[in-house]
């Protein structure tokens, strides 16, 4: 017996089925031989980057706040979400908004969330599904708080947490992937590495090779899955849920893609990161990559394309009007969900909403 | 001199305490090639190198934990969290290690740090935004915890805050950050921490405020000058310790005080202003002590942030409300 000897040993796995030119790289999911599901994949991720456009252009005219774009992220959220049973709980960070989407959020209510409207997080479809994190990273620990509750009433269910690269520094995703490993929790991480959190590059987030890895640590399994493949993406993700939903513990996911964008239309990433590393990313684009693939299959073409373009800017405008049309909520609204009922010790505070008395503009 | 804003102040500060002393450093997410999200970083990489100025991974509790242990090495750092509303998961740091280093090992070792960090509403924030923790952090044995007003005060107070042997939380009113210039000389002149600023004279009531609703104050007194009452500014500035001589003998003078508060009523600090009043100035008053802030709410969205937000405009009226009382 020598005196040493190797005590553990890991592999992380890396996978694109599509190539940058929508080429199959091998063969592919049951799913992608059905036409219908990937048309709903092209649509989902179009719709996403036309709210995205959308959402943009009503911030830079002061009709909405701080907003976190997903562009060339579109593959993340729809892959992850498209995977997902409808009684399956999401548990967001902030640049899913393709995700939510595909899970019934309207874009009414997206609109409202990112106009400064809390109304936007009471979602009408996914009543379960959590709103978005800001706190980075916070929200992982709540998904294995759901994911526990589904094991401990023995529920067929997973729930699917969502954040970036950066996340993965905090000590809050590393507790829930430990919480998900010791108690073989029905939860599913997707870290979204789109390659930066804010300034700082993923090189100097971690030492670590991979972040996939980070599961390794937690005694559960890591891969990463070409995060501009929307259909490596679906595949992966509905291989982990339906692992978790059978009792066969969480996954980790981690999806590689790039931030097309400024961090957030708050951001000037022109002051950390060159114009060519971002035109070099764009060949890469998943919306671009999924196209040609139909279009290769002879599952659409420039009619289609032109068709579905005027359709979803109808869709994302019609939105965007009734947003912009419906009024703020009176300012006692604020109170209304402080408490399940606000405490009759603290009646006489709600004199702060009544309108100013006359003639006693300061 | 030149004429900066309060966010330009702090990049100065920052600057002349690291020229001044090389065991000053500067950490928190995107300070360094980014200059911070506010700038209040900015040039400092450029200048001082990474081995100064450290772009962190993404981890607040991290970063106030690091701190701890370069203060007690006999580094002086200069940690940001990227917004207030991200400092919470710090508190572990801050109240179990930062504020009891010094008493837990009588001395032996000690922790000069500083947490800077943006704080308060009225930027139109996404939420998590545009919280207030002063309260929370002014209850921590063993901590200062300071909230500059003007470009000056940032300067000054935050080289004090720096030279401070012991931790300071920094908080810099998000709203203040580019809304006046102000002349501003880089004297490296300390401002005197654990000391209010009465900035305007009264002689019928004192409004007392700190951080963003400083301004707020100030204009609600110009306002009621216009209508013959004279009303006096204090910015608290430091609100752990407070400095209560200054209160106290201003409201001697004029029998009357409105405490402003952004953050939400109840526990706050305003509570902390009125009881010092109550307790050693109560046979001086003429009207009862007035606190104004917002209910026991969760900061709204930015749609209703304006009806949740003291202003000038509540501060006067709360003013006349005291000003009658008989
Ligand atoms: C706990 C916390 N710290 C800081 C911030 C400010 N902030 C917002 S997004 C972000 C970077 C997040 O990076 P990553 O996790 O990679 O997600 P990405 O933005 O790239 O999607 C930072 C620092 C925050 N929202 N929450
Ligand atoms: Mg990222």
């Not at chain 1, 109808?314 to 399940?340: G, N, W």
């Not at chain 2, 100065?12 to 000053?24: E, F, K, Q, S, T």
Request: charged share 20%.
């Amino acid at each position: 017996m020598p005196a040493t000897r190797i005590a553990a040993r890991f592999e992380v796995r890396y996978t694109r089925l599509l190539d940058a030119e929508g080429k199959a790289a091998g063969p592919l999911p049951g799913f992608a031989r059905d036409p219908a599901a990937l048309v709903a994949l092209y649509r989902a991720m179009v719709l996403t980057r036309t709210f995205d456009a959308k959402a943009i252009a009503l911030q830079r005219t002061g009709r909405l706040g701080t907003y976190a774009s997903s562009l060339g992220q579109e593959a993340v959220a729809v892959g992850a979400a498209a995977a997902m049973a409808p009684d399956d709980v999401l548990v967001p960070s902030f640049r899913e908004h393709g995700a939510q989407l595909w899970r019934g959020v309207t874009l009414h209510e997206l609109f409202l969330f990112w106009g400064g409207d809390e109304r936007g997080n009471d979602f009408a479809g996914p009543r379960e599904d959590f709103p978005i994190s800001v706190p980075v990273g916070s929200h992982a620990l709540h998904a294995a708080g759901v994911a526990l509750a589904f094991k401990l009433r023995h529920e067929a269910r997973a729930a699917l947490c969502i954040f970036g690269d950066g996340a993965t520094s905090k000590g809050d995703v590393a507790e829930a992937m430990n919480f998900a490993g010791v108690w073989t929790l029905p939860l599913v991480f997707v870290i979204n590495n789109n390659g930066w959190a804010i300034s700082v590059p993923r090189a100097a987030q971690s030492a670590a090779q991979t972040l996939a890895q980070k599961a390794v640590a937690a005694g559960i399994p890591g891969e990463q899955v070409d995060g501009n493949d929307v259909i490596a993406m679906r595949a992966a993700t509905e291989a982990a849920l339906a692992k978790a939903r059978a009792g066969g513990g969480a996954h980790v996911i981690e999806a590689l893609t790039y931030r097309l964008s400024d961090h957030t239309t708050a951001d000037d990433a022109s002051r950390y990161r060159s114009d060519a590393e971002v035109s070099q990313r764009w060949a890469e684009e998943p919306v671009a990559r999924l196209r040609r693939h139909l279009e290769g299959a002879g599952l659409w073409d420039k009619a289609a394309e032109e068709a579905l373009l005027h359709e979803t800017a109808a869709t994302v405008e019609e939105a965007a009007s009734a947003y912009l049309a419906t009024p703020a909520q009176a300012p006692d609204s604020m109170a209304a969900f402080t408490y399940a009922a606000w405490p009759a010790a603290l009646a006489a505070q709600r004199a702060w909403f009544a309108p100013a008395p006359a003639g006693t503009e300061g | 001199m030149a004429a900066l804003t309060l966010v330009q102040s702090v990049n100065l500060a920052l600057a002349r305490a690291m020229a001044d002393d090389p065991r000053v450093l500067v950490l928190g997410e995107d300070v360094g090639i980014d200059g911070g999200v506010f700038r209040a970083t900015d040039g400092l990489l450029a200048r001082f190198g990474p081995e100064r100025v450290l772009d962190t991974p993404l981890a607040e509790l991290g970063i106030a934990g690091l701190a701890v242990g370069l203060a007690a090495q006999g580094f002086r750092p200069v940690a940001e969290i990227q917004f207030s509303g991200f400092v919470y998961p710090c508190i572990d740091q801050i109240m179990n290690h930062a504020a009891r280093l010094r008493t837990r090992t009588h001395g032996r070792l000690s922790c000069p740090m500083v947490l800077r960090m943006p704080a308060g509403g009225g930027i139109r924030a996404v939420e998590h935004h545009s919280e207030c923790p002063e309260a929370m952090f002014a209850h921590m044995p063993g901590l200062r915890v300071v909230v500059p007003a003007s470009p000056a005060r940032a300067y000054g107070l935050l080289l004090a805050a720096i030279r401070d042997p012991d931790p300071v939380i920094f908080l810099e009113p998000t709203r203040l950050y580019r809304a006046v210039r102000e002349e501003v000389a880089d004297d490296g002149a300390a401002l005197p921490l654990d000391r209010a600023f009465s900035l305007r004279p009264g002689a019928d009531i004192t409004l007392i405020a700190w951080g963003g609703m400083v301004p707020e104050a100030l204009a609600a007194a110009e306002t009621l000058a216009a209508e013959g009452i004279d009303a006096g500014v204090i910015d608290l500035a430091t609100l752990k310790p407070l400095d209560m001589e200054t209160v106290l003998a201003e409201v001697a003078r004029t029998g009357r005080c409105v405490i402003v508060q952004e953050a939400p009523v109840s526990g706050g600090l305003g509570a902390e202003v009125a009881a010092g009043i109550a307790e050693r100035g109560l046979d001086q008053l003429l009207a009862p002590i007035r606190r104004l802030a917002p209910p026991d709410v969760v900061v709204p969205a930015p749609r209703l942030e304006t009806a949740y937000l003291p202003d000038a405009a509540r501060i006067a009226a709360a003013a006349r409300e005291t000003m009658a009382y008989t």
